[in-house]
């Protein structure tokens, strides 16, 4: 086969430190296993014996990027797709599974069209996503230095009388506790650590805000985007952008249908001859986006169009399910905002 000359279909099983590649004809014949140290040059070297526009493929696992942006800049110009992990999840649970095993069928799924794609984002929007998502990590940071300040003071019988702890109140009386020295040593120091790890976390997080907000606000293709999703009720800054980055192009789904399903938020349809059962949201998307869709219509007035929503469904099936219906539908706006840069719905009378 080394006079081949045909499509070849390429498959990439990428780990951390090594990975395998394997070639293959049209016909899904192998016309190559190499196993490669994790290096742009040395997968280029493999690639160019690949022929004219390849089609190539790898697993969205964990450190892709640096691979699919090694493989878009080749000057034979290969075909890059990304595999969705869930598709194929099926892999587990074969007899045999090899790391060549793996990228022969991913070759394979690619040749044969069957392949279950993920979107490769671009890097503005991988650089978007890194910030949005590493000050979600902060604060989640903050979040917990707060609940073990809650457990130390529980440990130690003091009462916490006030609705927010890092209040003002809340302040006062932790600064009281150590005045006095009403806590013993060990569960003051421990304290006091967690109150300065927050007070370092609260700059950072102040940073990151910072580069989203410059980033979103000066960059000609995302401005009117994020100025139309912070139109909608219940979205600011934050929430917004959190949509725009991890959302990215919005045109790839073809209505707002799509993207409720992409996110996550469709129940489970389950079905077989006569039995048809439709469960909970199915959950399998960004968490990011479902979080930020679920608060955004938490405490929308009753008489805004979401809000409406909210409170109907509540009265039949209770909060926690209306709650999701309303952010079902506040994604189907944050769709409209996005594609449009304005929401027709939100300036008509609701239904009563």
């Known amino acids: 086969m080394e006079g081949y000359v045909g499509q070849q279909f390429v498959g990439i ?16 014949e192998v016309l190559e296993r190499v196993r490669i140290v994790n290096d742009a040059d040395r997968l280029a070297s493999v690639l160019a014996r690949a022929g004219e526009t390849p089609e190539v493929v790898l697993e969205a696992t964990y450190g892709w990027y640096w691979a699919v942006d090694a493989l878009q800049a080749l000057p034979n110009e290969p075909g890059v797709h990304l595999a969705h992990p869930l598709g194929v999840k099926a892999f587990e649970y074969r007899r045999v ?8 069928d991913l070759a394979d799924l690619l040749r044969m069209g069957r392949l279950p794609e993920a ?16 000050r979600a ?67 950072e997080i102040d940073v990151f805000a910072g580069l989203i907000r410059g980033r ?11 100025t139309a999703v912070r139109t909608i009720p219940g979205i600011g800054p934050v929430l917004g952008a959190v949509m725009i980055a991890e959302i990215g192009d919005v045109t790839r789904f073809a209505s707002a249908d799509k993207l409720t399903c992409w996110a996550g938020m469709t129940p489970k349809h389950h079905e077989s001859d006569t039995h048809v059962r439709r469960g909970r949201i199915t959950k399998q998307g960004s968490r990011l986006v479902r979080w930020a869709a679920i608060e955004s219509v938490q405490i929308l007035p009753k008489t805004s169009h979401v809000g409406a929503i909210r409170e109907r469904v509540a009265a039949r099936r209770g909060r926690p399910i209306a709650v999701v219906a309303a ?23 609701a239904a009563p």
Request: aromatic residues 6%.
């Open 216 to 226: 979103l606000t000066t960059d000609p293709d995302l401005a009117p985007a994020y």
């Open 119 to 134: 979107w490769i984002a671009p890097p503005p929007t991988r650089e978007l996503r890194e910030l949005v998502r590493h």
């Open 327 to 349: 952010a079902r539908r506040q994604l189907e706006y944050v769709y409209y905002a996005l594609r449009d840069h304005h929401v027709r719905a939100l300036h008509t009378p």
């Open 97 to 104: 599974k090899n790391d060549e095993r793996d990228a022969a």
């Open 137 to 203: 990590k902060l604060v989640g940071l903050r979040s917990h230095c707060k609940a073990e300040i809650h457990a130390v003071l529980a440990k130690c019988g003091v009462q916490v009388l006030m609705s927010d702890l890092f209040g003002l109140e809340g302040t006062a009386l932790l600064d009281d506790l150590r005045a006095q020295g009403r806590l013993p040593p060990p569960y003051a120091a421990r304290v006091a650590s967690l109150r300065r790890v927050m007070d370092t976390l609260d700059f």
């Open 13 to 28: 099983d990428l780990h951390r430190r090594r990975s395998v590649i394997v070639r293959t004809t049209a016909a899904g």
